[in-house]
């Protein structure tokens, strides 16, 4: 595991000291170590974090007659079987690194090693003979890649950070990318916040060669062709490429543990690690002293069944403390609160192991978010007459609001919410799906929340749209499992992923994801979805395949998600106070994005406990806290 930077230059020499400087402020993925290849024209640098080959294994990596150059950030879990497939062809190797496959296999395939590659990657590699940079991400998007191009530079690096100590980057935000922030609470790839930089998408293969680059799709899973198999059939396949795909994230030259929430996810992960290793697994849980967010007594559950070494861990954030540090991980604008329960979950790891395997991916497969339960429902709801509705409408204003997830009165509210939602709505459902999942309207966004020259703006531009053009992209025949696929492409890469890449790394922890290996991702896209969602009962042939390893009570209790209770927080103390002092106050409201009313308003209606904000206010604060260190500040190193 590593973090990975360069710069190719057209026409002049490559500055050294600026690849140095952008290896240097990404230390925090890579403490063990440090290597750089310099060419003319090109200068590739990373740093190290020490996971596989501990003695020969440091990069950049070359072949035989040193013409090629790599850089890696990820594992390769296969590297095994191609290096054993390279050797019967006569390719020689000096290390036992997964790294040195990658150079290899392009020598032998071309281009399309990538395609043989089964890990978790940002790579860069230099051909020197023919003057040719590539740059490939992994199939889910675990690792993150970010370049730049202005005719005369092209930088790429792990993290934005590193491509803004160029001072010749003008720190502009690009105001799309500001826009689908604040609708999906992360910047979607290929978009980044600042103007002219870019992200490249999962499974995508940049090749820059004669002053140019062009990218490439290499991989997309397919939904047209469902498999064949009975159900039952079905759950073992599950259970047997679970297994091997947990089994090959078990290699390993330092410890290695798992995060346990308690979930189905993370529990099924532990399940299959117990069954491969032959000493007891080292297990991660975090929980809080609001008993409605913590999920202590199930993590304990599922390590007492397979008698795992369980470490819990009961803390009370400061949030204050930690949020300017979190910030500067994540390079853009991000909204997702359970940023911070990730990072301590990761700090705390960090101190016992070097590698944890995670759960992620389990609801992005198998449609296992209420959301998908709420467009189920909204369908059967507009078949109804539209007296009916109303009268469903008017009978819902009587729900009252709460905060408390084990209240039945936060379901009752949510089915309030969707017949608010299913007023003003077509019954699309994508439209319904965004409304359900959206942080702000993208209508309220134009008319309510920008400032006119703002708004003026971005009034032409549309995350529907966007969100529309992706999941035309699937080729199945469900409507429901299309929006499946627009959050496997979107909101695990983009918001799951960022969020643990940033968080294990900012403590130089490695986390792998089982549940994404392509091979697995394949089969699962051939189950056809009525076993994803059965009825209202979401990862319904996950659940089942897992009955013989799990306990009834960790597979059907209900989902909560690894949240905290921010939106109680923001209205006491220290939080509150500054979350007032920084939205309202003049060096953020003369910045002119905003209205600055509109802003006073949502922030006295939650702390009267007039309605719940905590997702709008949440957006603009993190917003704040980010321009605050990236653009007012201009500064790079903490």
């Known amino acids: 595991m590593c973090g990975i930077v360069g710069q190719l230059k057209i026409k002049s020499s490559v500055d050294r000291d600026l690849v140095k400087k952008m290896t240097d402020i990404i230390a925090h993925r890579g403490p063990d170590g440090e290597g750089f290849y310099f060419s003319n024209r090109i200068g590739m640098g990373m740093r190290r974090l020490k996971i596989i080959d501990l003695a020969t294994g440091d990069q950049p990596i070359h072949n035989e007659d040193k013409t090629i150059w790599v850089v890696f950030n990820g594992e390769i879990y296969n590297f095994k079987e191609i290096r054993k497939e390279l050797e019967s062809t006569g390719h020689v190797f000096y290390t ?35 003057e040719k940079l590539i740059l490939a991400r992994d199939r889910a998007g675990e690792k993150p890649l970010y370049y730049y191009y202005d005719g005369e530079t092209f930088l790429f690096a792990s993290e934005l950070k590193s491509i803004l100590c160029d001072n010749n980057i003008k720190r502009e935000i690009n105001l799309e990318a500001l826009h689908y922030y604040f609708v999906y609470g992360r910047v979607p790839s290929p978009y980044c916040i600042i103007k002219n930089i870019k992200k490249l998408e999962p499974a995508c293969q940049l090749i820059f060669q004669k002053n140019n680059y062009s990218i490439n799709k290499y991989w997309t899973p397919s939904f047209a062709e469902k498999t064949s198999l ?75 069944k397979f008698g795992t070494n369980h470490h819990e861990f009961i803390i009370e954030p400061e949030v204050m403390e930690i949020l300017p540090k979190l910030v500067w991980h994540l390079d853009e604008p ?64 009587l729900i009252p609001n709460t905060d408390n997830r084990d209240s039945i009165l936060r379901y009752l509210y949510k089915f309030k919410r969707l017949a608010e939602t299913q007023r003003n709505l077509s019954g699309n459902p994508l439209e319904v799906f965004l409304s359900m999942t959206s942080g702000f309207n993208e209508k309220l966004l134009i008319q309510e929340v920008y400032n006119g020259s703002i708004s003026e703006i971005i009034s032409g531009f549309s995350a529907q749209k966007l969100r529309e053009d992706q999941i035309d992209k699937y080729d199945g025949k469900n409507k429901f499992e299309a929006l499946l696929y627009g959050q496997f492409c979107s909101l695990l890469p983009d918001m799951f992923f960022t969020k643990v890449d ?48 799990l306990p009834d009570e960790i597979l059907f209790r209900q989902k909560k998600g690894f949240g905290i209770p921010l939106h109680r927080w923001i209205k006491e ?38 309605a719940n904000n905590f997702d709008k206010i949440w957006r603009l604060y993190m917003f704040a806290l980010w321009h605050k260190e990236f653009i007012a500040n201009n500064k790079n190193y903490r």
């Not at 090959?248 to 290793?277: E, K, N």
């Not at 339960?373 to 109804?384: D, E, G, R, V």
């Open 96 to 130: 036992q690194s997964d790294t040195e496959v990658i150079v290899h296999a392009y020598e032998q395939y071309g281009d399309s090693f990538v395609t043989r590659l089964n890990g978790m990657f940002g790579i860069a590699l230099w051909d020197e003979r023919k």
């Open 230 to 304: 009975s159900e039952d059939e079905i759950k073992k396949e599950i259970v047997n490429k679970l297994k091997e795909s947990v089994k090959m994230r078990m290699v390993s030259d330092v410890p290695l543990g798992a995060f346990l929430s308690g979930g189905v996810d993370s529990s099924a992960i532990v399940s299959m690690m117990a069954q491969t290793s032959v000493k007891p697994i080292e297990t991660f849980t975090i929980g809080f002293k609001e008993q409605d967010f913590s999920e202590l007594k199930y993590a304990k559950i599922v390590a007492e």
């Open 334 to 397: 991000f909204a997702d609160a359970s940023i911070i329960p990730t990072y301590y979950v990761s700090k705390v790891t960090r101190d016992f192991v070097t590698v944890a395997l995670t759960g992620d991916g389990g609801d992005e497969l198998f449609a296992g978010y209420e959301s998908y339960k709420a467009i189920k429902i909204a369908s059967a709801y507009n078949l109804l007459p539209k007296f009916a509705r109303e009268a469903i409408y008017n009978l819902t204003k």
């Open 502 to 549: 940033r968080c294990s790394m900012a403590v130089s922890l490695e986390a792998r994801a089982p549940l994404v290996d392509h091979n697995f991702i394949e089969f699962v896209a051939s189950i056809p979805f009525d076993l994803k969602l059965k009825g209202l009962e979401t990862k319904y042939i996950f659940k089942q395949a897992l009955r013989d390893y």
């Open 573 to 610: 103390g220290k939080l509150r106070e500054d979350i007032i002092n920084t939205l309202l106050d003049a060096s953020f409201t003369d910045l002119g994005y905003f209205k600055k009313e509109y802003i006073k308003n949502i922030i006295e209606e939650h702390n009267n406990n007039k």
